[in-house]
């Protein structure tokens, strides 16, 4: 699986790379330069033109050695390997994660990676805290606990060479309406039918410092008696705060720290102390007396869960809640809220927690989780994990693998990002959740330029300043790229030189088209003028033409050549594309535009000497003139002449009654109408008659000839 992990790597890279050196929006100084994605800086001495902002200095890497600059400072990531220690594992030093230190140098916007190994040893020494509820209701649990401390320890050394085991318990404040504060009954808080041994109430208790003596514990469990109070809940994060931030007194060592809590019952948080009266807010601090008891719990109200989870993550405690099943709903909810914990369903009188420790603390230790703490503002970090079982995340806020067992690696791929120029190189860490190793991450950001060409007096700047990175900086008195303005008398700031150079229309110096050196404006190739307001190239196009070809360009604007008009000289001015016949334009039915015609309404063509549907458009007017004579002026308007014609006559338009055409006089454009009437029905059928008759006649004749040729011949 290391390809997969390996071309996920180089992928992210190349992604982050190519998008990072895309661009580059140009600085006037190195060190805005490099500190700007993409950009690179050319301090080559002769690189600008005459005039030339120095701005131009800054582009990317390859435009720069495309306009062959020799010198490009163009500061890369990269990482430092301060220390990497390879993976140990041993009852007295145990490296599961790897390397340790690094020191990275990042360029801003540009997103750098490296690579995290963590490796599950086997062997790591553990430390176990059991943190008992001693309320009344877990009186039957005491009795078995004592003699469990052999078992929990044989069960936690098949996976660790070394193992110790610590005791406390916790009831609830000593304080109404927690407890009951009668004299009589706040000495011996159990019930009356109780014969037992019953302590007083207390909030918490450290019974026993961490130690690999097992017969200590069972003798100091064996020792303690339970106790009880008023209401259902009870002051266990109370307990967990103190045992979490107690590290002297309960003896945590630098190994695999697991708190196992166990109860039947619920919890109070932050804010059920004001039943109390008490109002000050845990602080998170440390409060065991001589005896081991937690002496302020009735001054700080109880601790809320996020405040609890930070001690212990803050620690590297891992939580294992051993709680009866009535209760499990409640406690799975807070451990989805406190790094590396469970929750395991305990028996009544806990004859399961050993095999509810053991296999707790192989679903935590299975779990690898690598998160960053601390990192400065304007850094931001992000992961790819390889996990040992093939599946891969992308780009989370932590690396995480689950279901990684003993002797496996899983493999975190980290990229770091900055936004802001770090002022000195700052650190930050990389911890594997629940365990005190941890990777220190030394970040520098690379926004200064390191030039090492600084030269005073330098020819380069007419020896009247001093040169760095290619760009000088003037003596008192000089201005200009070279230094080579002298500052006025009166207006000694480049500002008074700039204004010189803005035109009367412009608010720029040399229009935005030029630089202007002392007071001068240079401008750029194909723009001139005073001010460099005119181009000489910007002019319309016609055909994708700057003046269609048919005049030039200045200032702007197209002077067009004889015979040719228009924005882009596209038009021609000429009229003998127009002609008709005896010298008229468009055939009087459109005007001349470009030496093209533009034709009226209704008609089309070259010349526009086709009617745009002749049928439909003069019909009014050939029935008008069939039904009403001559008097026809409104439907016939345009047309000059309209004629009857004989039957013979072929005509193309047609109505019910008439047959039409209409013609163009292609002399003056004027419009002419040949008509005929339609024959009539009874005339149609005296015709077919005449012409069957006709027909029949003509036959007669022709076989009367035939036999008499005949006769003749025989």
Request: charged share 20%; glycine share 8%.
């Amino acid at each position: 699986m290391n390809w997969v992990w390996f071309s996920a790597a180089v992928l992210i890279f190349c992604r982050h790379a190519t998008g990072a050196q895309g661009k580059c929006k140009s600085q006037s100084t190195c060190s805005a330069c490099v500190s700007t994605a993409g950009c690179a800086w050319c301090k080559q001495r002769d690189f600008l033109m005459p005039g030339e902002a120095t701005k131009h200095r800054c582009d990317t890497e390859d435009n720069l050695w495309r306009r062959n600059c020799s010198e490009v400072i163009n500061p890369r990531p990269s990482t430092l390997t301060i220390r990497d220690e390879t993976f140990w594992s041993d009852q007295g030093r145990v490296v599961q994660l790897r390397p340790q230190k690094l020191h990275i140098k990042l360029r801003l916007g540009v997103p750098h990676t490296f690579n995290v190994m963590f490796k599950r040893a086997e062997g790591s020494p553990i430390d176990l805290y059991y943190l008992m509820d001693l309320s009344f209701s877990m009186r039957d649990d005491l009795d078995i606990v004592h003699k469990l401390g052999h078992q929990i320890v044989s069960a936690l050394k098949n996976v660790s060479s070394s193992v110790r085991i610590g005791l406390g318990g916790f009831v609830e404040k000593a304080i109404d309406p927690f407890i009951n504060t009668v004299e009589a009954v706040k000495n011996r808080p159990c019930n009356k039918g109780y014969k037992g041994a019953c302590q007083p109430s207390f909030s918490f208790k450290h019974v026993l410092q961490l130690t690999e003596d097992v017969t200590e514990f069972t003798r100091k469990a064996g020792n303690e008696s339970i106790s009880s109070n008023k209401d259902n809940p009870e002051a266990g994060f109370d307990a967990l705060m103190q045992v979490a931030v107690c590290q002297d007194q309960i003896g945590w060592g630098d190994v695999t720290r697991i708190l196992v809590y166990t109860s039947d019952g619920v919890y109070h948080l932050a804010g059920d102390g004001k039943l109390a009266g008490l109002y000050y807010p845990n602080d998170g601090k440390c409060h065991l007396n001589s005896e081991g008891f937690y002496d302020m719990a009735t001054y700080f109200d109880y601790p809320s869960i996020a405040h609890v989870a930070e001690a212990l993550s803050n620690h590297h405690i891992k939580l294992i809640f051993a709680v009866t099943k009535e209760h499990l709903e409640q406690y799975t909810a807070v451990s989805k809220l406190i790094p590396q914990s469970v929750v395991g369903v305990l028996e009544k009188d806990s004859s399961n927690v050993v095999q509810l420790i053991s296999k707790a603390y192989d679903d935590l230790s299975s779990t690898i989780l690598l998160e960053h703490h601390r990192v400065p503002p304007g850094i931001d970090v992000s992961y790819v994990s390889q996990c040992s079982d093939g599946t891969q995340s992308q780009s989370e806020n932590r690396g995480a693998c689950s279901h990684t067992m003993i002797n496996d690696q899983v493999n975190f791929t980290v990229t770091v990002a900055s936004s802001a120029c770090l002022h000195e190189p700052t650190s930050f860490l990389l911890k594997v959740q629940g365990l005190n190793e941890e990777l220190q991450v030394t970040v520098e950001t690379l926004c200064n330029c390191d030039c090492n060409d600084t030269e005073s007096f330098s020819p380069q700047c007419t020896s009247k300043g001093t040169l760095t990175c290619g760009v000088c900086s003037c003596d008192e008195g000089r201005m200009g790229q070279s230094c080579e303005c002298e500052r006025q008398e009166h207006k000694d700031t480049m500002l008074a030189l700039d204004e010189k150079c803005v035109g009367p229309n412009s608010s720029q110096p040399c229009s935005g088209q030029g630089s202007c050196l002392c007071g001068m404006c240079i401008c750029r190739r194909n723009i001139r003028g005073q001010y460099c307001q005119c181009d000489d190239t910007s002019c319309n196009r016609h055909n994708n033409i700057i003046c269609g070809g048919n005049g030039k360009c200045s200032c702007g604007t197209c002077e067009c050549n004889p015979n040719y008009s228009g924005p882009a000289c596209e038009c021609s001015t000429l009229t003998d594309q127009c002609h008709t016949g005896g010298g008229d334009l468009c055939s009087h039915n459109g005007h001349c535009e470009c030496n093209k015609c533009q034709c009226d309404p209704d008609f089309f063509g070259r010349h526009c000497s086709q009617i745009r549907a002749p049928c439909f458009k003069f019909k009014p007017c050939v029935l008008c003139t069939v039904a009403n004579g001559e008097d026809c002026t409104n439907a016939c308007g345009g047309v000059k002449h309209i004629t009857k014609m004989n039957e013979s006559t072929p005509l193309v338009c047609f109505d019910e009654t008439v047959h039409y055409n209409v013609e163009m006089d292609m002399a003056d454009g004027s419009i002419r109408i040949l008509y005929v009437l339609k024959p009539s029905k009874m005339y149609v059928i005296y015709l077919l008659i005449s012409t069957a008759t006709g027909g029949v006649v003509v036959i007669g004749l022709i076989g009367i000839t035939i036999c008499k040729i005949m006769f003749e011949i025989i």
